[in-house]
């Protein structure tokens, strides 16, 4: 971090400054420009957020972040590819992993037919909301502990491992009872209080970005998590070249919601792939037309195999395996 | 609620569409254009949300809603502002209210000082955050529990009223015994599950409206507070002639996040009053380069009693008191 | 278009409106909800801009756009993709249409040198600029006529076509003199003078889509040049799968300004192709640490070619030719 | 500026690096931090433009800009405000400048009757467009010279002088005959070779801020202006207080293009009035619902009065006269 003070500064003004950052832990080096002091900041940078406060003393114009805030997450800290299995299946490697499944679990016999039609497609992981997060207190709200019940029901006929969102922190508990990996969503990514809750419970989880999110306040959330204790962790969507320079995490593409339909569904997975993903999450619904939530950005079965059929010589070409 | 079919549909294709939206309830109303079929769909608005699978038809072009989704905070089901007391403070009517003090509390001598000087100044309500949302892991997360009681004390000692930040579903009942209005941040606006159980309080809601969250995401995000039963309710915030053309909700501007520095403080409150608002929310600091947390745009004590004397005139010409 | 009326609007109110609809030469068809009243309104599309006036009556509460407001731009107006050639080389069909150089054309040795690099590595069009749309009136503006001049060697030389961005209306027919394509830069995207000149030129114009411009107002862009009378006709970016569906138009992607540095641009190069476009247009510069414009987002010519090498295989996997 | 090396940037990259700054003309000061070395660069900012090309280098972490890049516009460089006269209007003093007319020229009736009322009303300058940027193609165009020839009668018989939007460079030149302030669009706030023109005419330019554009990115337009020799200027809307401080500059709101909606105009220009602008730009019209641009947004006459009534308390509460 710097701190660039006003012009006109007087050595008061420059030695006020300095003694405020050394009595905060940090050394200071100074830099005399022709018209601007620049006082640079040598330290561990997880501490420096305190030093943001100096910017309302008069002689500061402006404090000036350097490094990147986040540690745990960055690849400079763990320059490897963070990899890790669920249930047999090999996240962050060479292999693509498809996670797939309705958006809304609704019904036993719903997500019977969906788990199976997308198991036989070639997908790895089964996806399915029991909690939704809706815009309107009056849209469908999920079936909560019965969709969950519902979820491990089919994850073990189908050997599926289940991927299954959680929206707050004393629902984590029962969640990663019943679920592989724990999804927060784009609305959540913020919410503090559930990713220090997540951190704890040892599953992998699936953090998406939300939909004003920097990358910079993404890989900080991921940070939470990471603090929090918890080794295993996955990310999905959107800046992925981004994302893969500044961070080791895995990273996973949710063209579903990326798009908002089915006919672009397939478009943007095959640009995820291309672009560098490590995996997909993507919405299949055995009846969209009726489907309670998500409707229109549902594949149906057939798309679906379609879409992996073509996505298999794409990820070869790419060096990876599907 | 219209669906506009494709061209070329067929009457099977209508005849598809319309059972279909009669199977869910509603009654259709057909509309022939020269290259395109419209069918109007009435019927109560709250159960619509189902109606946009329907995008998902190889018929159908779109599905257009015509009518705002919320129903509970529209003026139109309830045509006078919403007036309520706080402690004995009206909000909602002529009068201006006035929050402020600090954006974390720190310290009991903090809070102390900065509660007695808002108070002086002439505010009607003290804020300070106890539990806090920080984007950093790193960063200070506030004084939690014991930030409650030291905000009930000060309430004690100057008379004011307190609003607080809740941050999570667990925490509501904790934070409602200490405070007299709930805060919900701008990063859980759409936090439902946070939301729902704020309404249940009993207590009015200060919902801040999110970076990128539209008004009328905003407005539905206050529909989960009305509908679960929370009668007095508050906002705050940026497009106020919008909400209170479409709202009866009282709304508040928060100059100090809205700006983010304490040079454009002033500037943003006579704005937002001018604008319409029906009160303020300021962050006032003892000691601003050494505060924990929004340093940078909390006021001085002086310089808020400035703003209050030069606020009271620009109320009483806007036909409001303060 | 639909006249969304007030709640409790009159006989005389829907009268009003109905006649001044009628007044414009449209016919209008009534469907009468529980709550509200709604004109539909029929007739050729594109003069009912004029129709957006009649929000400001009192008795109106919306008036809603039902069809895309483009036409000759639209794939229901043209079911095929629009495919053309320039020198040569088919742009919109099956091949993958690389246009490859240095951002600012500088001298006849840099662009001779980047021109035979590109070549060699198999681009087929040469781009370049030689007038340059910067932020800051302080940094290099292009050599304007000159490079033009040069762009037109280096085509001599290598047999490849070139494509330059024209900024100013005075300037279009210098610049087709010179050029085979015309680009219309992001911020011009809606300078209306300028689209309307190079609509008259006769040469292919690439209309690059603005920072804030939705899809809908960038077709709407694309269509001042096509009502101009100018048949051929290229775009480039982002929303690819969404413009394919609405537009016939060939569709480009720039991965160097679209991402602003070349260590991301192979990655999204790829995620085009994957996702549909049918041309790139890349930057390469032979030193980029000493580029006058673009530095940090152009590639080395060893860096391009490998790119080629990497994209061919890719393009087979698509079904499309490179 | 400063350039961040990446870690474990050897003595031959920090002295590789220094040198390319010291041969494009600057001074250098060296910082070595317990992970990175930090180049700082001493010397004209202006053409610091050029150091960012060097973000390609393999060495370079980042390029981190410490100042603003404008200078002419900048407070620093003119600490006092800008003030000058229009035809006898003082503007960028104490004086509330208000603009106010119709939208587009659309006859000699309807800006006649406009023009007296809006004058009656006490504006102080006329404004109507007569090239109008439309999205559309099939929507109105203006009246282009034979609209400048109506606001130059309307100015004449009125006394009130007159501001309208300039489209194109080779207009630049006609406009500035019959206007007394030339505007820039919203549109157009990049459009550089427009700026450079209308630099040279010697009239004052209106410059409204794009609605992407950042504070930076405008004021570097307007520096275009100020480089290119003309001395008086102003501005319009937004981010008021932020601009105030960085620039010397005037600043106009313009509430109906802030707004879309002629409902929320007055509320709006109050809040700009409150928030420190010098003026205020507002849209006038006899007959709204048919008038053949931006009716919804149009004020009628008895509004602008009404408007104006209320607004002149608020100036002298606020210090200003108007």
Redesign the interface.
């Known amino acids: 971090m710097?701190i660039?003070l006003k012009?006109g500064s007087s050595e008061a003004d420059i030695e006020d400054v300095s003694r405020?950052v050394r009595e905060l832990g940090f050394k200071t080096?100074l830099?005399r420009?022709?018209?601007?002091t620049?006082i640079?900041i040598?330290?561990d940078d997880?501490?420096k957020?305190?030093l943001?406060?100096?910017?309302?003393?008069d002689s500061v114009e402006?404090v000036?972040r350097?490094?990147q805030?986040?540690k745990l997450a960055s690849r400079?800290a763990h320059p490897d590819n963070t990899q890790f299995k669920v249930h047999g299946v090999p996240v962050g490697g060479d292999q693509i992993v498809v996670m797939a499944g309705p958006c809304s679990v609704e019904s036993q016999p719903q997500l019977t037919a969906v788990a199976e039609s997308v198991k036989a497609a070639g997908a790895h992981v089964l996806r399915g909301g029991a909690?939704k997060?809706?815009?309107?207190?009056?849209?469908?709200?999920g079936l909560e502990e019965e969709g969950l019940t519902l979820l491990r029901a089919a994850s073990k006929s189908t050997g599926l491992p289940v991927v299954t969102e959680v929206?707050?922190?004393?629902?984590v508990e029962v969640v990663a009872e019943h679920a592989d990996i724990l999804q927060i969503g784009a609305?959540?990514v913020?919410?503090?209080?559930?990713l220090k809750r997540v951190a704890e419970c040892g599953k992998p989880v699936l953090l998406k970005r939300g939909?004003?999110t920097s990358i910079q306040?993404w890989l900080?959330s991921a940070?939470?998590v990471l603090?929090?204790g918890n080794p295993s962790y996955t990310l999905d969507l959107n800046a992925?070249?981004?994302v893969?320079?500044l961070s080791h995490l895995p990273i996973f593409v949710d063209p579903s919601h990326g798009?908002g339909?089915?006919?672009?569904v397939s478009?943007?997975a095959?640009?995820?792939?291309?672009?560098?993903a490590d995996g997909l999450i993507i919405e299949v619904h055995n009846n969209?037309?009726?489907?309670?939530?998500d409707?229109?950005q549902?594949l149906k079965p057939t798309k679906f195999a379609q879409l992996m059929a073509e996505l298999r010589?794409?990820a070869q070409?790419?060096g990876r395996t599907l």
């Open positions: 710097i660039v012009p405020r080096h830099s420009g022709e018209v601007r620049i640079g040598v330290g997880r501490a957020e305190q943001l406060a100096l910017q309302s003393l402006n000036v350097i490094l805030p986040f400079e909690f997060p809706r815009t309107s207190p009056y849209a469908f709200q929206m707050e922190p004393d629902k609305r959540n913020q919410n503090f209080s559930l939909m004003s306040e900080l940070e939470y603090a929090g992925i070249p981004v893969k320079k798009t339909h089915w006919e672009y478009a943007m095959k640009a995820g792939l291309a672009a560098g969209p037309a009726e489907a309670l939530s409707g229109p549902s010589p794409l070409v790419l």
